[in-house]
């Protein structure tokens, strides 16, 4: 039997191949157009799913029917399993945005691991910490970057950030989405974008933006972060 | 013996009285004057601490030397335990922000017991859940709500959220840092305080703040949220 791709991720890691045959023993692989809703918010939570292809947003509604952005998961990425950790239901909605394909796993597969296996806590603690340094991150840039120098951060993370020479980049999602994940107005994020042409030659056209110099991108974004360029964050993810 | 100050906090509930017993028998207890540096980001970790009267701001500094403001934490609750998690390292730095009174621990003694005590390190997983619920929350307001809704929503988390009649409440710290921890200017944050006085009726004097009806400002801030009020987090950080 062929290794797991859960095994890649790095909350598995230190899991045994009896477990991971469990929980693959139960996956379901679908396909989701764009605009498919997988679960609601509130809802009682029986999978979690990992991203083979596409996008998926994370959100909460507020009473006033806003939405907020959690977050917006790329492939190589799991969602949904934090359930395990808020009494089984789902504290978010997600919804598909780039056609996906996704694995789903029995949630309570996973549940009954973690009660047994305390290196699966251990790991999971690990990826709770590494969440909460995003968010400490995303926090710490609303806080004091301005507009630009956040498109330039998510710039920067869509980026090979070894790579030398121009880079070139496809936004992977609409710019509308990409303003509300960065907390922006559309109309403050085409600015922004104007801002990053003038200053740093950015070559934009549609969804597509070519960097001459990634160098100078960091200095503009990564002068008003806390944290060392390469991210370290998107290492230990990649790991 | 009587019991350990460490038993009312949820992360240690689980926890043997041997161990808490050890961890007491290494405290130390210190008196900090506001201003205070008690480790700086980087530093090798070796105490966490307990607050026992006071408040303390955890922040990051920029390559540009901003400040970003991670939490402003009060008494009753644990900070630099998580540098088990950083490579013993502390990932910001603390500073007294009201004079303090601070229990520290071994931060040594802490690692080897989550080391074979799954049941803490379980419990530091629910922690670690409740931090990154927070900080969602946190996120969300800066994406969603305005200046007064967050400085309404800041002093509902200091109000007693069950009372009835008018509440008075004290501004623990002063208003430069509730601006920089709220992510706006000072301009911006005495704008938004006179808001809230013209529209909501709030008596506004010095650090002392009346609010003759808390419903009011939970419909004015809460309905831009997705969490219910009473806030849950504070519940469970209570429990």
Redesign the interface.
């Known amino acids: 039997m062929s290794e797991s791709e859960l095994k890649q991720l790095s909350l598995f890691q230190p899991c045994s191949s009896a477990f991971l045959e469990k929980l693959d023993a139960h996956k379901q692989i679908q396909n989701f157009k764009r605009g498919k809703v997988i679960f609601i ?1 509130g809802d009682e939570a029986e999978r979690f799913y990992l991203i083979r292809k596409g996008w998926v947003k994370l959100f ?5 029917g ?1 939405q ?3 977050d917006v998961v790329p492939a190589g990425r799991l969602f949904g399993e ?1 359930a395990v ?2 009494n089984d239901h789902h ?1 978010c909605t997600a919804e598909v945005v780039e056609d996906a394909e996704i694995v789903s796993y029995s949630l309570a597969d996973l549940k009954k691991e ?1 009660e047994t296996d ?1 290196d699966l ?2 790991s ?3 990826e ?2 590494r ?3 995003r ?2 991150k ?3 840039h ?3 970057q301005n507009a630009a120098q956040r498109i330039g951060c998510l710039l920067l993370r869509l980026s090979d950030q070894t790579a030398e020479g121009p880079v070139s980049i496809k936004l992977p999602y609409d710019k509308t989405l990409i303003a ?1 994940q960065l ?1 922006m107005q559309p109309e403050t994020f085409s600015r922004a974008l104007g801002k990053l042409r003038e200053q740093l030659g950015l070559e934009i056209q549609g969804a597509n933006i070519q960097i001459d110099d990634l160098q100078k991108l960091v200095s503009f974004s ?5 944290f060392d360029f390469p991210c370290k964050d998107l290492q230990e993810a990649a790991e």
Chains 1, 2 share one sequence.
């Open positions: 918010q909460r509604e507020t009473r006033d806003a907020a952005i959690i934090k950790l808020e504290s973690l305390s806590t251990k999971m603690l690990q709770m910490a969440q909460c340094h968010q400490e995303e926090l710490e609303r806080s004091i509300a907390g990564c002068s008003a972060c806390s």
